[in-house]
């Protein structure tokens, strides 16, 4: 396997050193560390990684303010949010910075190298995730550029994160069939049953519902039990 370049942000000296050890002991990981947001900003423009891994609460800059920078030169880079913050606000918060995922502090070693696997086992998976040569799709009001992630209504543009864009791209393509909470949970978050990834879901439908909530025609329906339905 090839060694994974991994920027650790975090302000805890001890437990980023105990975390950057246990990785690189697993020969899989080549970690480089930065103590708070501002000098893992700089990191990030002296190295080329594969994936950053930050806390949020930090001094100089927050792990949010990193990644809204980090963002404006690269948008593809997977970020995962480690923090202790994880109630639904926190989560919102978070993918509107169009983060990867979230790990809950205190982590183990194990739990965060378990984490990485999935996420680049996720990508390969979304990445044959084919999308028709047509790019732009009609739903209802709302013209839905997919190539560029984005909903036009009137036109408004309004920017979707990638996984927006996919979730509300897989409703599309079965639009009007229920599909199930466990078949988007498995294709976007590698796991069926995570009730975190489960709340997650649920915090970018309720975003999807508001991007489209000016055309009254357009639903997503939940069916509890069953799974989502859009309707236009």
């Known amino acids: 396997m090839t060694t994974i370049k991994l920027l650790l942000v975090e302000d ?4 980023r050193s105990i975390i950057k050890d246990c990785l690189e002991m697993t020969g899989d990981y080549e970690v480089v560390e930065a103590k708070n947001g501002l ?3 700089e990191t ?3 190295f080329a ?3 950053i891994i930050t806390d949020v609460d930090m001094p100089k800059v927050s792990g949010f303010e990193m990644i809204d920078l980090i963002r404006k ?3 593809n880079i997977p970020i995962l949010v480690a923090s202790g913050l994880t109630n639904p606000e926190n989560l919102v918060e978070g993918f509107k910075h169009d983060i990867e995922g979230y790990i809950k502090k205190p982590y183990t070693s194990e739990e965060l190298d378990g984490t990485i696997k999935a996420i680049f086992k996720r990508i390969m998976i979304n990445n044959q995730f084919v999308i028709e040569e047509n790019k732009s799709f009609q739903i209802g009001a709302y013209m839905f550029d997919i190539e560029n992630r984005c909903l036009i209504h009137k036109g408004t543009s309004t ?3 990638k996984r927006e864009a996919q979730i509300l791209y897989m409703l599309y393509k079965n639009k009007g069939k229920v599909v199930k909470r466990s ?3 498995k294709q976007f978050w590698g796991e069926e049953d995570d009730p975190f990834h489960s709340r997650s879901l649920d915090v970018f439908i309720t975003r999807l519902r508001h991007f489209l909530k000016n055309d009254l025609s357009i639903e997503i329906v939940t ?6 339905k859009l309707v236009c």
């Open 183 to 185: 078949v988007i949970l």
């Open 223 to 228: 069916l509890r039990g069953e799974g989502l």
């Open 12 to 15: 805890e000296n001890d437990f």
């Open 39 to 41: 000098e893992g900003y």
């Open 159 to 161: 920017t979707l994160s």
């Open 49 to 51: 990684f594969d994936i």
């Open 73 to 75: 030169v690269n948008t």
């Open 44 to 46: 990030f423009q002296s």
